[in-house]
């Protein structure tokens, strides 16, 4: 086990400590956790059941009590506090914790997770308000209708993957740095970090982020990725680059329609002819059947998956061929964790030694010394990679100009309705966004000359990261058995669709896929039908680069103690599996689970509501407890006088009613001066932010989300970086994306000690292009 001798001790009361510390567990590490019962949307036994999950293998005391703080930092070297519970009594047990961390001479890592942070204070939210503050919310759903949120807790669920993340890089860090081993995590920071990302492929391609229903818009840049309906359901259907366009026009028989030159270009398509291109696919789309769909996208390669229900979901034989899903308990399954992991084949010396402790001075500074090789593309893996980068690895992309990263191919930057200037793979804002402070190389790994620089490049490596399909690189005779022979120290994270093997092993997609496979896209939209689905924030690429680097972390920390490295195969869509645990479990045991459609189970209201000016909207949500604070907030409003609202089982059972009566008095408040009225009486409200809303706050600001980077074609320009803080200062590195090989001749000469005319007659002969 990765973690074996490591000690967690977790105060949690939401989610995004509870899986935090699941994660732990699930690596090895000893999790003792204290808290009330879990805060979570989800009621009765599908609650029961899924807070048992994220308890799993942890050592859970007797009472709710705390030992001594001194008693529980003892032996610990990794806290996990939730510094924003709803009980006040817990909330100083936590400061009182994290303070008696820090008085020991070798203090454990504290890692801090707040919902969302002001001033270096949290203040009142959920996941429900994390995901309006972030923008995440203001992209889901129907352009005339009111925007949806994440379902069932999926922002605490991402603030615990960072968080865990960062808790294991700050285990890395120097113990004497006592600055690096004070982490602090927002869910708020983390979510506008996921759009800040993927909105790189939207506002610089003059593409609005805004709610577009069940397709992204623009069709996130190239046509077309949406959901569509077909004879016995619905599919997502997806296409990324022009080969792939190509391939769907092919499979449709090549229709006379698409000899029009308008239809040539599946980015143009995207952008000033998706309706009148839907007018053609969609009847094609609904004349077939989804396995007739499904074979197609397998013969051509193309990204088509079914919405399927969390109950269909769990029936897919990959999930049973990986052992993904534990035994029947009570007559239901969960997940295990999506990951598998292979050893080095014997004990061999490691061919490279990574410094036990470092100068680094900074956050930035944090992995130094680590080096990447990074042979992933798009966004999954490059932000894995890009991560570490933004904590001091080196990363070295490697690249080919005959096979581009579709992260180079989205088009150029537009401005003024004109495009940049400059190279089509260089001006692109996507591209710079997810490949920032790296190194680029150009190989052909399909030559044998390319492929012997690359095992020679893996001996100077520590860790390895790619997202091909699998297959691909065992092709061209790069495994991960080639890789450890090499350098049996090296740790290689392998993150597919759905794993190495199994029957989808081969499966493309992207994030949209990932979501229609895992049941995730079932849950999204206004009822049961009307699916919208969140192809636009994409979760699925964010959640499975979270899940990488908790595990390669801590792979690295086991490396560090024991120098042993590992290869890790992950699944997306398994991931994204194991953020559902409640659906997991309502699957099961319902006959269907009702689409939230921004409600909670236990309690109403819940939601976003309208206020004075055009799509303005605020989120927030009242517990029982809170009623009463609610109701004095909204004097003379006609629900605040109703008596029938006072019974917390009528709010619930009457629900529509209420959120109707409360959106008639919201709508005639402005927004901002709302969010701070509720706010300052503790209960969690937030604006549902826009991305210039987000973005020009002074919140996001504060928390330092952003570095500006001179960028050759692309000018200065802001990229979001790692939203950790470490002792209150941020990580992040300053320096835009590579230009397409520019760091090929540095690194031979630097790692291999080539000499020019090698490295020229490398290019002359093709292997360095």
Request: glycine fraction near 8%; proline fraction near 7%; charge should be negative.
């Amino acid at each position: 086990m990765l973690l074996a001798g490591i000690n967690v001790v977790e105060l949690s009361s939401r989610p995004s400590g509870a899986y935090a510390g699941r994660l732990f567990a699930a690596l090895g590490a000893s999790v003792t956790r204290y808290g009330p019962p879990l805060d979570m949307a989800a009621a009765g036994e599908t609650a029961d059941l899924a807070e048992r999950w994220l308890h799993q293998d942890k050592v859970l005391p007797d009472g709710t009590s705390l030992p001594t703080p001194q008693a529980l930092v003892r032996d610990a070297d990794l806290i996990v506090i939730e510094t924003d519970s709803a009980d006040a009594g817990w909330r100083e047990q936590a400061s009182e914790l994290a303070a008696a961390a820090g008085e020991l001479a070798a203090p454990p890592v504290v890692v801090r997770i707040a919902g969302a942070i002001v001033d270096g204070q949290p203040i009142a939210s959920d996941s429900l308000t994390i995901g309006a503050w972030s923008a995440v919310s203001w992209s889901i759903g129907n352009a005339d209708m009111a925007p949806l949120s994440l379902p069932f807790d999926l922002a605490d669920f991402q603030a615990a993957l960072y968080a865990a993340a960062a808790g294991l890089a700050a285990l890395l860090a120097d113990p004497d740095r006592r600055d690096l081993r004070s982490v602090e995590v927002s869910g708020r920071d983390v979510l506008a970090y996921y759009v800040g990302m993927i909105t790189a492929n939207f506002l610089p391609y003059e593409r609005p982020w805004t709610r577009d229903g069940a397709r992204p818009p623009g069709s996130a840049g190239v046509y077309p990725a949406s959901i569509f309906p077909c004879q016995d359901g619905h599919v997502v259907l997806m296409c990324r680059n022009q080969r792939e366009w190509q391939l769907l026009l092919e499979a449709m028989g090549n229709p006379a329609w698409s000899g029009d030159e308008k239809f040539a270009d599946p980015r143009v398509v995207a952008r000033l002819h998706a309706d009148e291109a839907d007018s053609h696919l969609e009847p094609w789309v609904r004349a077939r059947t989804i396995d007739e769909l499904m074979t197609i996208g397998r013969e051509k390669g193309l990204a088509v998956a079914p919405i399927r229900s969390v109950r269909e979901a769990l029936d897919e034989p990959q999930f049973e061929s990986r052992g993904f899903l534990t035994e029947r308990t009570e007559g239901v399954r969960f997940a295990t964790v999506p990951w598998h992991l292979q050893e080095p084949l014997d004990d061999a010396a490691p061919s490279r030694t990574w410094p036990v402790t470092g100068a680094a001075d900074e956050p930035a500074q944090l992995l130094d010394g680590l080096r990447v090789l990074d042979l992933s593309w798009v966004w999954s893996g490059p932000l894995t990679t890009s991560v570490l980068g933004d904590l001091g690895a080196d990363v070295v992309k490697v690249e080919h100009s005959g096979h581009l990263d579709t992260g180079r191919l989205r088009g150029k930057a537009r401005r003024g309705g004109v495009e940049v200037a400059g190279p089509e793979h260089e001006a692109t804002p996507y591209f710079n966004q997810m490949n920032h402070g790296k190194r680029s190389i150009t190989v052909d790994m399909k030559d044998e000359q390319g492929r012997a620089l690359l095992l020679d490049l893996v001996e100077h490596c520590d860790v390895i990261v790619e997202n091909m399909r699998p297959g691909v690189l065992s092709r061209l005779g790069l495994t991960y058995a080639d890789f450890a022979e090499r350098n049996p120290s090296v740790v290689m994270m392998s993150m597919s669709m759905a794993g190495q093997e199994g029957p989808l092993r081969t499966m493309k997609g992207y994030a949209g896929i990932m979501a229609a496979m895992s049941g995730l896209e079932s849950l999204i939209g206004y009822d049961e039908h009307n699916i919208v689905g969140s192809l636009s924030p994409a979760l699925g690429d964010p959640n499975a680069a979270g899940h990488a680097l908790t595990v390669l972390l801590a792979a690295l920390v086991r490396r560090r103690r024991r120098g042993r490295g590992a290869w890790i195969d992950l699944s997306q869509i398994e991931a994204l599996l194991c953020v559902l645990p409640a659906p997991i479990a309502q699957g099961q045991l319902d006959a269907r689970i009702p689409v939230p459609a921004n409600t909670h189970p236990q309690f109403a209201p819940h939601g976003h509501f309208p206020c004075e000016g055009t799509d303005r909207w605020i989120a927030f949500s009242v517990r029982d407890e809170q009623w009463e604070t609610f109701v004095a907030t909204a004097s003379g409003a006609e629900f605040a006088t109703d008596p029938r609202w006072a019974n917390g089982g009528e709010r619930l059972g009457g629900r529509a009613e209420l959120e109707n009566a409360i959106a008639r008095w919201t709508v005639g408040h402005d927004r901002d001066e709302l969010v701070e009225t509720l706010l300052d009486a503790g209960i969690p409200a937030a604006p549902v932010a826009s991305f210039e809303d987000m973005s020009l706050s002074s919140w996001a600001k504060q928390r330092e989300l952003t570095v500006c980077v001179p960028h050759k074609y692309l000018g200065d320009t802001d990229v979001y970086v790692v939203p950790w803080k470490f002792g209150g200062r941020s990580a992040g590195r300053a320096a835009p994306a590579p230009l397409l090989g520019a760091d090929t001749e540095d690194v031979l000469k630097e790692l291999l000690d080539m000499e020019p005319e090698q490295i020229d007659r490398l290019r002359a002969e093709g292997v360095l292009r």
